[in-house]
Structures are given as C-alpha cells and as structure tokens.
C-alpha cells in the first residue's frame, strides 16, 4: 500500500455537468476525511466516515454535493450540476481511528476547473 | 472561534539560509500541532507532529517547536535548498476524530539561487 490515492488528478468540466472522484484510503484506516482548497488557503473539511458511516458533513457540504464509503473502502464524492465557484483542489486523507494523529495520511487531491 | 494564524504569509529566501516560520493558534482543547509541506498541486504531506507534552521535533533539516502555554509553534528550516519551496501549512487538533483540526492558511516559502 503506497498511500492515499485520488483519481483523477485533473478534471475539467463544464458548468452544469456532474462530477464523481474517487479516494482510495490506506487499506488499515477506517476513517476517511473530504477537503476542499482554494488557491492560497488552507483546505476546509467536507465530510468524513468512520468505515462506512457518515459522521460528520461541513455547510460547505451543499445538496449538491454526496458523498458515499460503500463498504468502508473506497470513497466517491460527487458533484451535481458543477458551479465555476467548485473550482478548487479537492483533497482525501484517511487515518486509523486509534492516536489518528500519527497516521492522518492526504492524497495528492483532484483539482476541478469548472468552465 | 479556533483559530490558526501563521506569519509570514510568504518569503523568499537564498539557497543555504535557514528561516523560521510561525504559527500562532487559540485551539481549545488541545490534542496535537503538526506541520504539512505541501508542494504546488499536491497533497499535504506531514512533517512533524507535537502533542502537548512535546516542546520540540525534528525531522531532517525541519525542527518544530510548540510553547502550549502562550500558543505558539514555530518551524525552522535549516540550509534551506530549493527542493523546500512550497506551502507550509500549519495545523492544530482539538482531538478527538473527526472535524477536529483547524488549519492555517500556510506560509508560501521560496528559495532562489
């Protein structure tokens, strides 16, 4: 396992249209984290699971966002009908739920350009 | 309202010299300060983590320090190289899992020839 992996690295998509991205945590970690990034800020939590629960969702979390953990693996977060403003880099980490601290791990994120 | 504030907001600075960046936060309560590099579009990636009982980390040419009395943390970067070039993002835990971190906004450091 070589970390958190995020795909795709790069979409561009049109004003309007749907989006899904995929975060793949490290496989022993049971809680998994959403982040968005605007340039030249710190990333802002979104959501996060603890295996496949949904525990906590930000008010950044629009109804236009959903995101899901199926079977406590992988993560989809989707976009419905894109924004220009939902252009930012979105970023997963993921951790083990004992002393998370030490093993809080981020993907290298999906940046979204919204035209 | 918790917050992280970090000083400078950029710097540029000469290959080989060391800097020091500063984080300042109001977190309550306290679990865990860390520092992240994070290069232009890429993922933050973890360089140190204090708890509270630690007042100083190293890792490399990258040495943390935390005061948990006056709230403040500071990361120097010794015989900087331009590889250090990136955003070094400061980040406090009020623990307990989940939506429990604030982060800053990060200090843009730049290193030229």
């Known amino acids: 396992d070589t970390g958190v992996s995020q795909d795709p690295r790069h979409k561009i998509t049109k004003r309007g249209q749907n989006v899904t991205f995929r975060c793949d945590p490290i496989?022993?970690?049971?809680?998994l984290y959403w982040y968005r990034q605007t340039l030249g800020q710190g990333p802002e939590f979104l959501t996060y699971?603890?295996?496949?629960?949904?525990?906590?969702k930000s008010r950044l979390l629009s109804d236009r966002f959903s995101a899901e953990r199926p079977k406590g693996s992988f993560s989809t977060l989707e976009i419905q009908r894109t924004e220009q403003g939902d252009s930012a880099m979105y970023l997963c980490a993921s951790s083990p739920a004992y002393r998370e601290y030490y093993g809080y791990t981020f993907g290298s994120g999906t940046r979204l350009t919204v035209v | 309202k918790n917050q992280v504030e970090q000083s400078p907001q950029s710097l540029i600075i000469l290959e080989g010299k060391n800097c020091t960046l500063q984080?300042?936060?109001?977190?309550?309560?306290?679990?865990?300060l860390r520092w992240y590099k994070q290069d232009t579009g890429r993922g933050p990636v973890s360089l140190t983590i204090m708890t509270f009982s630690e007042n100083t980390k190293s890792n490399g040419r990258y040495t943390a320090t935390l005061d948990a009395d006056t709230k403040q943390s500071s990361l120097h970067i010794t015989a900087s190289q331009l590889s250090d070039s990136a955003s070094y993002i400061c980040?406090?835990?009020?623990?307990?899992?989940?939506?429990?971190?604030?982060f800053g906004t990060g200090t843009q450091l730049k290193v030229e020839l």
């Open positions: 496989s022993e970690h049971n809680r």
């Open positions: 984080c300042n936060y109001t977190v309550s309560p306290f679990s865990n």
């Open positions: 980040v406090v835990s009020a623990g307990g899992g989940g939506n429990k971190l604030t």
């Open positions: 699971f603890q295996n496949e629960a949904q525990l906590e």
